[in-house]
């Protein structure tokens, strides 16, 4: 799971430079490939389980300045928040 959630987190720092629209797809396709490498792993689910998402932290002033690190927060808690399993 620390595994998965690792190159998560780096797919998303690499992707951050690429339009939004394209980041909207690619951040779709984490979470759903995410989804569905977690029910393969739990195959006696039955039930949605909880995720949370550790708030997003801003490196410099100009981002704190606009509050990425929330924003980017709370975008990642809607789109999971939407997926089918979490």
């Known amino acids: 799971m620390k595994k998965c959630a ?3 987190l ?3 720092i690499f992707l951050t ?3 939004s629209e394209k980041l909207d797809k ?3 396709d984490i979470v759903i490939d995410f989804s569905l490498y977690y029910k393969e792993a739990h195959p006696d ?3 949605r389980p909880n995720l949370g998402i550790m708030p997003f932290e801003e490196s410099s002033e100009l981002a704190k300045k606009h509050n990425i ?3 980017i ?3 990642f808690e809607n789109k999971i928040a939407k997926s089918l399993y979490f």
Do not use: H, K, N
Request: glycine share 4%; charged share 10%.
């Open 6 to 8: 690792l190159i998560f």
């Open 69 to 71: 690190g929330e924003t």
């Open 10 to 12: 780096l797919i998303f």
């Open 26 to 28: 690619i951040i779709d």
């Open 73 to 75: 927060t709370a975008y």
């Open 45 to 47: 689910l039955v039930y």
């Open 17 to 19: 430079s690429i339009y």
